[in-house]
């Protein structure tokens, strides 16, 4: 199935350090994954999506995020790489896609924008085919023409839209985005019980407006895993060894740099924190990060055993989570002598 990655820092990463240059950057995911087991898609080729925020404001050009997609898989798209060496942004996110619903289109590319908010999917609405009449009708005109492609994920967005208060205002709170993730996600939950749909649904969502970012590991099951998320973050990003061996520094207490991703970027197990399954990661302007449960009939608390417990079969079989294999030493160079730690 799918991967994304979320960079937010106080400065601009050139994109070619989050997409081609790593040698486990998501574009290499697309085709190399170590820490996932898909039997049915075991390449993300089905096109790919890259989406950024100028650095500096130009009335001329407006606030609206600048998006690049194709079809074509994203390691054998030249632009791509040429475009990647020449563009710098404190707000990135990438997307490579491995289609299990929705033709092999442009238009079913992620990200997904409307306006200046930008959106993306790792997962799947279960049936989906039986509840999107029932969704469309619920759509106010302006979410509803926004969609271009026919999959789950461009009209969850439009759903998402519709949760706004205005989704054609200049700026949200990141408290907005929050609470129109939530209602999203009751929806669609509202949806899948009134057509008597048992399968879990997959939502990984993400969302910004440019400044705020708001990241759901959510799974509409108590029993089941969802779909692998994580986090790092730190003062700097950067190249350590020949090769593409990037790690995650951290100078001082400050978080200059939070990156969210389906599968982590690099092979250090510390640059990386795996965020709990139904919750949601909020990235303010301010750079604070904040993880939420989302408190629904589906949340199991930390102090129940069963949180401890969910399975994972579910997940593992679409594709969709790690299952737990270690990258051998020989994958990862040493530092300062020193034998690398083992990722999991």
Not at 27 to 44: E, G, K, T, V, W
Not at 105 to 114: A, E, G, K, Q, T
Not at 262 to 282: G, Y
């Amino acid at each position: 199935m799918c991967r994304f990655v979320i960079y937010k820092g106080t400065s601009p990463v050139q994109l070619s350090h989050l997409l081609t240059r790593p040698c486990h950057s998501i574009i290499n995911q697309a085709f190399d994954s170590r820490l996932r087991l898909d039997r049915r898609r075991p390449m993300n080729g089905d096109g790919f999506g890259v989406g950024w925020y100028d650095t500096v404001y130009d009335e001329e050009l407006g606030s609206q995020p600048c998006i690049f997609t194709s079809v074509t898989p994203a390691w054998n798209n030249v632009n791509l790489t040429r475009l990647a060496e020449k563009i710098k942004s404190p707000l990135v996110f990438g997307h490579v896609r491995a289609t299990t619903a929705g033709s092999l289109s442009l238009d079913n590319c992620h990200p997904f924008v409307h306006g200046k908010v930008m959106f993306m999917h790792n997962g799947g609405i279960a049936d989906f085919h039986l509840i999107k009449r029932r969704l469309q009708k619920d759509l106010p005109d302006a979410a509803f023409d926004m969609v271009q492609g026919n999959t789950d994920s461009e009209w969850a967005f439009a759903l998402f839209l519709s949760k706004l208060p205005d989704c054609n205002a200049r700026s949200f709170t990141s408290e907005i985005l929050r609470k129109a993730m939530t209602d999203t996600i009751a929806a669609l939950n509202s949806y899948a019980e009134e057509f008597d749909i048992t399968e879990p649904s997959l939502m990984n969502f993400c969302v910004t407006d440019g400044e705020s970012v708001v990241v759901t590991r959510y799974i509409s099951s108590k029993t089941e895993e969802a779909a692998s998320l994580w986090f790092s973050s730190g003062t700097e990003f950067s190249e350590y060894a020949e090769g593409g061996h990037y790690k995650m520094s951290k100078a001082d207490k400050r978080e200059n740099i939070i990156m969210i991703a389906s599968e982590p970027l690099t092979f250090e197990r510390a640059d990386w924190m795996e965020i709990k399954t139904n919750h949601m990661v909020v990235i303010t302007p301010k750079m604070n990060l904040l993880q939420i449960p989302i408190k629904d009939k589906f949340y199991v608390p930390p102090s129940d055993p069963a949180a401890l417990t969910r399975r994972t079969e579910f997940a593992q079989e679409k594709g969709l989570l790690n299952p737990r294999k270690t990258v051998t030493t020989s994958d990862k160079p040493a530092q300062n002598g020193r034998r690398p730690v083992q990722a999991h």
